[in-house]
């Protein structure tokens, strides 16, 4: 069983940069895909990127590219999302997602692809 907690969340201004953690326990962590997703309510879960089990590769939705960037450090269990140059339209309450991966280089884009899932962080931008 994997547990991953969120932090990192809160309120800035548009234009403004935030830093999101997810801490995983465990020690299968080096062996997981990791992905960052977002959601508002009455809406779906939104893919926001994704990373592989090496960090080698990454992955983004295209209203966040350019902006955001996923990283992993694998020593620490933890999956980062440095979000830059927000948008009121980035509100949301952001979850992260992992999932065991066999092969390196492989990444996923979809929520039901992941197993694992935190309880999520709120990230709010005023305009």
Not at 6 to 17: F, K
Not at 40 to 46: I, L
Not at 60 to 89: C, H, W
Not at 112 to 126: A, F, H, K
């Amino acid at each position: 069983q994997v547990q991953l907690v969120e932090s990192g969340g809160g309120l800035v201004q548009a234009g403004g940069s935030l830093r999101l953690s997810c801490a995983a326990s465990g020690r299968t962590f080096g062996g997981f895909a990791m992905g960052w997703f977002r959601q508002v309510p009455g809406k779906e879960r939104e893919f926001v990127a994704a990373i592989t089990r090496s960090g080698g590769s990454t992955y983004y939705a295209d209203s966040v590219k350019g902006r955001f960037s996923i990283s992993r450090d694998n020593a620490k269990n933890t999956v980062y999302l440095q979000m830059n140059s927000l948008k009121p339209e980035d509100t949301a309450v952001y979850f992260c997602a992992g999932r065991s991966a066999i092969y390196s280089n492989t990444y996923y884009t979809t929520a039901l692809q992941y197993d694992y899932w935190g309880q999520g962080t709120q990230v709010t931008v005023s305009s």
